[in-house]
């Protein structure tokens, strides 16, 4: 790994093998002191105590700067009431934000345009150590640092599973409720990207809670 200072504060590139892959890939990332403070903000905050949906894991093994102080194992959202397949691997902040974009907008758009609860998130991602959108020589995705999950699909309550692949551009019903709850991610996180954002994106939302611009208070919503 190197690391050198510029006017930005210490850049790090990294070099990795990406799984399965073979070819080694590199990316870029910046040192940010504010993930640690915000993660441990978090952990202090006792919003994860007691959650047995909730559990910490031992390491994440990626190399630095990847991973997070205690990367946690999430398999439900809102206390159980909403699972999430697979799990995901999540640092701290990232749990009452899915908490409060799953309470605010995916189980009343579901209740509201298919008359049912939501029981089941499908996770396309959550940590991963890897350059953005997977292109060598990119910056090191929200994905690196456990600060983003990826959703493909919602289960419903009576069966009917909605998938944004075919979901977005499905029926009315569909293409509602997945407008409605990507324009609710909005609310809740920093960055959101679905099939309007490019063809990364068609199959599934990205969620994250990256800090844009100068003050931090920039959001991406695509
Ligand atoms: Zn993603």
């Known amino acids: 790994m190197l690391r ?7 850049i790090v590139v990294a070099l990795l093998q990406i799984p399965g892959c073979g070819k080694p890939a590199y990316f870029v990332a910046k040192e940010e002191p504010w993930r640690a403070n915000e993660e441990r903000l978090c952990l202090a905050s006792g ?3 007691n959650n047995p949906f909730v559990s910490a894991r031992s390491a994440l093994g990626g190399p630095a700067p990847c991973g997070a102080i205690r990367p946690l194992y999430v398999s439900a959202a809102v206390r159980g009431s909403v699972g999430l397949k697979p799990q995901a691997t999540l640092s701290c902040p990232m749990v009452p934000a899915t908490d409060h974009w799953v309470q605010t907008a995916v189980v009343p758009a579901a209740r509201h345009y298919f008359g049912v609860d939501v029981v089941e998130l499908q996770v396309a991602a959550s940590y ?7 292109i060598a020589g990119g910056r090191l995705s929200e994905h690196g ?13 009576d069966g009917r599973r909605i998938t944004v692949l075919t979901g977005w551009s499905g029926n009315v019903a569909e293409r509602a409720f997945l407008r409605a709850v990507h324009k609710g991610a909005c609310r809740t996180f920093t960055t959101v990207l679905g ?13 994250d809670l990256a800090r844009h611009g100068r003050s931090g208070s920039v959001r991406i919503c695509q």
């Open 4 to 10: 050198k200072s510029s006017k930005f504060g210490l």
């Open 47 to 49: 919003t994860i105590r």
């Open 128 to 134: 991963s150590c890897r350059p953005r959108n997977g």
């Open 145 to 157: 640092h456990a600060n983003a999950l990826d959703i493909s699909g919602f289960l419903l309550a």
């Open 195 to 207: 099939p309007n954002a490019d063809a990364f994106h068609r199959d599934h939302f990205h969620l």
